[in-house]
T-cell receptor
Framework: KNQVEQSPQSLIILEGKNCTLQCNYTVSPFSNLRWYKQDTGRGPVSLTI?????NTKSNGRYTATLDADTKQSSLHITASQLSDSASYICVVSYGGSQGNLIFGKGTKLSVKP | NAGVTQTPKFRVLKTGQSMTLLCAQDMNHEYMYWYRQDPGMGLRLIHYSVGEGTTAKGEVPDGYNVSRLKKQNFLLGLESAAPSQTSVYFC????????????FGEGSRLTVL
């Protein structure tokens, strides 16, 4: 069964600290892996899209890694800011031209001053 | 830059009532999607469209209907609302289904009493 599992479910960190969010997937055939940021009450916004051949991709203070062999991805946030408080959703695309996507349940990050 | 616009943003219905959610995108995207987001669950695909005049069922289509009469609009209808349809609904669009970045609307929060 195609699944995307994220950990931790929630996380609280102090402003300025770094953190890493995890995503494990069992999806086949794999097409790409995406990370989205969803602020409370808003729609998800894309952070990165990684294909099979990419193992690192950065977007400002966000760095995503992908290990296609172990089917794991991580999202590292550097020097966190209060505005980083949000849910971070891992999404895996597989098969089909219409874009079949499996969404993880997300990690809720709270950054405290 | 409007992007993806959903209307209405909030709605309360009684069981058995009908309603339509409208999604409009101004990016000339071919692919459009309707998702629902429930607490503790990842986004789930209701219906999608790969172009004007086409629609297809997603993971949880029961109780919903859709239409894509114009390329820029994707309508989601509830013919007879049920409490189980209480959710936040997100519309999304993209240029290409498998690899394209997905752009989401701000969501429509529906409560069925």
């Amino acid at each position: 069964k195609n699944q995307v599992e994220q950990s931790p479910q929630s996380l609280i960190i102090l402003e300025g600290k770094n953190c890493t969010l995890q995503c494990n997937y069992t999806v086949s055939p794999f097409s790409n892996l995406r990370w989205y940021k969803q602020d409370t009450g808003r729609g998800p916004v894309s952070l990165t899209i990684m294909t099979f051949s990419e193992n690192t991709k950065s977007n400002g203070r966000y760095t995503a890694t992908l290990d296609a062999d172990t089917k794991q991805s991580s999202l590292h946030i550097t020097a966190s800011q209060l505005s980083d408080s949000a849910s971070y959703i891992c999404v895996v695309s597989y098969g089909g031209s219409q874009g079949n996507l499996i969404f993880g349940k997300g990690t809720k990050l709270s950054v405290k001053p | 830059n409007a992007g993806v616009t959903q209307t209405p943003k909030f709605r309360v219905l009684k069981t058995g009532q009908s309603m339509t959610l409208l999604c409009a995108q101004d990016m000339n995207h071919e692919y459009m999607y309707w998702y629902r987001q429930d607490p503790g669950m990842g986004l789930r695909l209701i219906h999608y469209s790969v172009g004007e005049g086409t629609t297809a069922k997603g993971e949880v289509p029961d109780g919903y209907n859709v239409s894509r009469l114009k390329k820029q609009n994707f309508l989601l209808g509830l013919e007879s609302a049920a409490p189980s349809q209480t959710s936040v609904y997100f519309c999304a669009s993209t240029v290409t289904g498998r690899t394209g970045e997905l752009f989401f609307g701000e969501g429509s929060r529906l409560t069925v009493l």
